[in-house]
């Protein structure tokens, strides 16, 4: 009788287990890991106006991009100071040669 009890307590605990678990596509999402860097945040106030200072004020969008209370990791700094750099050149050349 006692084997019985103990097989009880086994299958209810298994039970709570699943019933704790989310079912259907909320397991698989709740089974991948948040992502630290996500989307929305390459679109936050700050990197917004970064953005559209580097197109229309170059040095100063260089600037707000190398400041220290930016955002921007190192590898994204330096490709926006490719971008600019480029993007300063293309511009220079199509003013002096048109």
Known sequence: ?????????????TEETRKAEPHGRNRQTSAVPAVQGGMLER?????VISYVSVICL???GLYRIWSKESTFELPEKVVWTFITFVYVMQLSKFILFS
């Open 43 to 47: 679109f936050t106030r700050w990197r």
């Open 58 to 60: 170059p040095p100063y």
């Open 1 to 13: 009788m006692s084997s019985r009890i103990s097989k009880k307590k086994k299958s209810s605990t």
